[in-house]
């Protein structure tokens, strides 16, 4: 930990240097509000989606983009990992008396990400204010949902970015496997084909901490079980994640440069 808060704040420090470049960042990543903004124009159209009322969607995307938000803050390095394992810098980072991991997660501390975060929790207490839910209870919940979210967003970026130890390359994999699903777990999982649901509930987990929870608290299904549906993705992803990469720096080879 004390060497996880050292690498944090030197990399904070780099960031921040240069004051006017970082607010102007943060408020550029406030301001940015795409594909939230494409929902809303859906739904004061058709003012449901299979449903699912524009406040309930606005808190599946808060939760999707809290998780995500958090994640490029503080993990941009393996965003870029294949930069590090075609220049053979990796190298440097085995050699150091440090976790390879966590000095690939502190690379960079991306703080205009702060003003995705700010925007997420924006959108989710609007949202918060104008649904109904069974009881009050999903308030105390909330905050494990949001973590659970941060949690899944750094396993699935950690493995991604290992697929650079086989590939070299992974921009496109990252662009599919990451980018291109969290935009989908913003919706319902209702309104996609059974396959793709179960994908994203199953293998890339973000329908476990985004649409089932809330499920259960709008009164969709009295399943209380979909409440541990965050939990289940977290324990079944973690040692998955530390296998492949584990298994990656075993298969990783210097570009001796």
Not at 67 to 81: A, E, L, M, Q, T
Not at 93 to 118: F, H, N, T, Y
């Amino acid at each position: 930990m004390r060497i996880f808060l050292t690498l944090f704040k030197a990399s904070f420090r780099s960031e921040a240097q240069y004051k006017f470049d970082f607010f102007i960042n943060i408020l550029g990543n406030i301001a940015i509000l795409g594909d939230f903004l494409i929902t809303v124009f859906i739904l004061m159209r058709f003012k449901n989606i299979n449903g699912w009322l524009l406040q309930e969607v606005s808190l599946m995307y808060a939760i999707t983009e809290f998780g995500f938000g958090v994640y490029r803050f503080i993990g941009d390095g393996f965003n870029n990992f294949e930069v590090l394992v075609l220049s053979g810098k990796f190298d440097t980072l085995l050699i150091r008396p440090a976790s390879a991991l966590v000095q690939v997660m502190l690379q960079k501390v991306d703080l205009k990400r702060l003003g995705m975060v700010v925007q997420a929790l924006a959108v989710g207490i609007w949202g918060l204010q104008r649904c109904s839910f069974i009881d009050n209870s999903i308030y105390v919940y909330l905050p494990f949902l949001l973590l659970a979210s941060v949690i899944v967003n750094t396993q699935i970026g950690i493995m991604l970015a290992a697929v650079a130890f086989w590939t070299g390359k992974n921009e496109d994999i990252v662009v599919l496997g990451h980018y291109s699903s969290r935009t989908a777990a913003q919706y319902p999982a209702s309104i996609y084909n059974k396959l793709f649901s179960s994908i994203l509930t199953f293998i890339i987990p973000f329908f476990s901490v985004s649409y089932y929870p809330l499920v259960y608290y709008t009164g969709r299904s009295e399943n209380i079980l979909y409440l541990l549906a965050p939990l289940l993705a977290v324990v079944a992803m973690t040692p998955i994640t530390y296998i492949i990469w584990s298994s990656g720096i075993k298969r990783y080879s210097s570009t001796g440069t």
